[in-house]
């Protein structure tokens, strides 16, 4: 197998963009080109996720986007798995590098959302859930997971301004970074006081509706050693499911599809959690960062909350997660999220994330997945 | 009958349809094709009662479209008595989480354009 690497990131702003979606993903693929120093011609193929091209009217973007690029002759294909589609994407551009398929690849996720109205897009994220025994009666997917928070609640005792403590220390993280969609410090009480979406959760529990788009460029070790750029190692790539449904799972408070890809992720880098020195996790809503701190290792099951409520996983702490600011602050246009954390975990590699960078950070992972983790992606990077 | 439909069909008269493993005895919704545990595509099909327990559940104040008319309405997972299953559906009147304590005993009643639909038992 080839190491694969990543030689380059571009990624538009986060937020309520004017921008058309091929637009958004033509940009983010250019500046990403720009950064790695290649030319369109030196990619041998494109993966292109994104789950509602629908709404702005385009769906098979693959080719669309080669011809803006200008190597309509080149390979694509467009994925969707749901908030998971970024990182899935990846592990498309990963696997076929490092089989040695192609020497280099673009990846690039993209959504466009805003444009449309809180109804529809509720109604289409849910078509993300199992829809016969979910979205059928009512599920939203705020709703899914405050179901979950309501158990861990149950079981361990949690309560809401623990959870509430999550989206304050993200918020805090995503007001250092510039293109991120929420740039507001909040306060556990704006929090607490914020309207019910699904109850337990509230407004500022949940990520907002975002568009945007990230790009990579992911190559073999060779290709980024001669086209000079600054590169970082994928050390470990890990992949994982899970029933469907809530009402499937052993636990409702293990995601398991997170056990299993970090699992094997771990293993192919030969570390443990305790090496990791930052994450950028799926916090669609807050309880799904405690619940991912927990599959993924950093704190035992039921200790997730403990981790955040004691600081442990801010910026400064022993395990800072998400110091982009998270799909909570930072936003989450599903099918760019999985692509964005690696556009950050590239920055914070090469010294290039400005104020929220982790100092001496050089092991740092990403993970996300789809609806409530029935699809999930881990990997590893390591600074060079 | 589809899968589907015959899980609807036993909702629509408070029931859950269920798979069992005719090789491992293993316990599915009835939806399911092949045997989790073994593998196996024979099941022996049966009707349950649709009774149970709150597993977990919440409260949506912001519907998807055709449920606008019905919020606030909980979406709620039942364990199912006598079983390591669960069932998930739409229960209306609820406004508040004391109109709902996780473990509070509840039931199928029926299954229309809301999904199984639940009430308290
Ligand atoms: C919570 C939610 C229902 C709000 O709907 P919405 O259509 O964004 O709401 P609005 O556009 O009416 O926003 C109202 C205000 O709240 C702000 N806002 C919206 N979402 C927010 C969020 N998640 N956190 C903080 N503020 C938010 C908006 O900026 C807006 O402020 P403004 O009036 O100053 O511009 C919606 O964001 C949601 O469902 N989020 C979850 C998305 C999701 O499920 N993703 C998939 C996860 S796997
Ligand atoms: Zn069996």
Known sequence: METVCVLGAGSTRYGRLDESLVEMIANASADAIDDAGIVPGDIGAAYISNVFGIADKQVHLGPVIMSRLGIPEKPSLSIESACGSGSVSFREAYANVAAGFYDAVLVTGAEKVTHTTTAWTTTYFAYCSDFFYEGSAGASFPGLFASMARAYMTEYGATEEDFARVAVKNHENGLLNPKAHLRKKITVDDVLGSAVVASPLKLYDCCPFSDGASSAIVCNEKFAKEHGGKYVKVIGSGRGGSPSALQDRNHITTIDSTVSASKAAYKAAGITPKDVDFAEVHDCFTIAEVVNSEDLGFAKKGEGIGAAREGRTARNGDIPLNPSGGLKSKGHPIGATGVGQVVETYEQLTGAAGERGIKGAEIGLTHNFGATGASCAVHIFQSV | ?121
């Not at chain 2, 408070?14 to 399911?32: D, R």
């Not at chain 2, 024979?42 to 327990?53: I, L, N």
């Open chain 2, 1 to 121: 009958m589809s899968g589907q439909k015959a899980f609807s069909e036993s909702a629509k008269s408070g029931k859950v349809l269920l798979a069992k493993c005719s090789k491992c005895g293993e316990l599915h919704l009835g939806t399911v094709m092949f045997c989790a545990k073994c593998g196996s595509r024979k099941f022996d099909s049966q009707e349950v009662d649709a009774r149970g327990t709150v597993a977990t559940y919440t409260i949506i104040t912001v519907p998807p479209d055709g449920f606008e008319k019905y919020a606030p309405y909980a979406w709620v997972v039942m364990a199912l008595d006598g079983t390591d299953l669960r069932i998930s559906g739409f229960m209306a009147g609820i406004a508040s989480p004391d109109d709902l304590p996780v473990g509070v005993r509840i039931r199928v009643t029926g299954d229309d354009e809301r999904g199984v639909i639940m009430e308290r038992d």
